[in-house]
């Protein structure tokens, strides 16, 4: 074997010619794969950092929330129509930007803490404008919604293979649930009718619930609608 360079002769052992320092080509012994010419991309990958962009976040929601106060403040020397949109913003933050700042977010907790901000930013509306709705209608109304969701939404979470059985239970008791929300309009707003229009919803929702757990426990039924409308 010879240098490709100077073509000094070498040795099967050496790897560098010991005259010109070019490494030795061995054309009998086979080739590990070399480094790459030229790199996997052009540019680095950069990620965006998690904390940034929770900041970003709620910079956003910070700045229309002073912007409205002081504009407020300055035309009307009070608060008054900015707590409205302030509001808004925080029962929008709290939904859906507050569960960033944790790794795992867990529904059982937040889905709660985002009706409470709800039913806050209802009892200062109702404060607000003088109204008396809120305990007669507003806060049962909002219990029973932030109930009927957190409970589906966590067995959702941890029971998924269960999801008929939840899914028609939540729909049968949502549907028994809206005459209740008629007839606490009817002792608040003081309507004309009680069990008018939400008759109709509760007939369909709880049929669909009803439908939805014969489906969970018969097995063939199951299969026949699955081959019917996913296949």
């Known amino acids: 074997m010879y240098c490709v360079n100077c073509g ?10 010991p005259l010109c320092g070019v490494i030795a080509y061995h054309p009998d012994i086979p080739q590990g794969r ?29 700045i229309p929330l002073l912007i409205t106060l002081l504009c407020d403040i300055q035309l009307n020397a009070r608060i ?7 509001g808004g913003l925080i029962v929008a933050y709290v939904t ?17 803490c985002a009706f409470a901000s709800v039913a806050l930013y209802l009892l200062y509306i109702s404060i607000y404008t003088e109204g008396y709705w ?37 729909a049968i008791v949502t549907g028994l649930f809206i ?35 014969f489906l969970a426990i018969c097995r063939p039924a199951r299969e026949t609608m699955e081959r019917r409308f996913f296949v």
């Open 179 to 213: 005459p209740l929300i008629e007839f606490l309009s009817y002792i608040t707003f003081e309507s004309i009718h009680f069990l008018g229009w939400s008759f109709y919803p509760m007939i369909v929702l709880v049929l669909l619930g009803g439908m939805l757990i």
């Open 8 to 17: 000094v002769k070498l040795a099967d052992t050496e790897k560098v010619c």
């Open 80 to 86: 008054t129509w900015s707590g409205y949109v302030i």
């Open 34 to 62: 070399g480094e790459p010419l030229y790199p996997p991309y052009k540019y680095p990958e950069r990620r965006v950092s998690p904390k940034g962009t929770k900041i970003i976040i709620s910079t956003l929601f910070l």
């Open 96 to 112: 859906f930007a507050l569960p960033w700042w944790f790794q795992k977010p867990n529904p059982a907790i937040f889905l709660p």
């Open 134 to 170: 809120f305990l007669s209608f507003a806060l049962p109304v909002t219990v029973g919604v932030a109930l009927i969701a957190t409970a589906v939404t966590v067995l959702l979470w941890y029971l998924r293979k269960a999801a008929l059985y939840i899914i028609g239970g939540a």
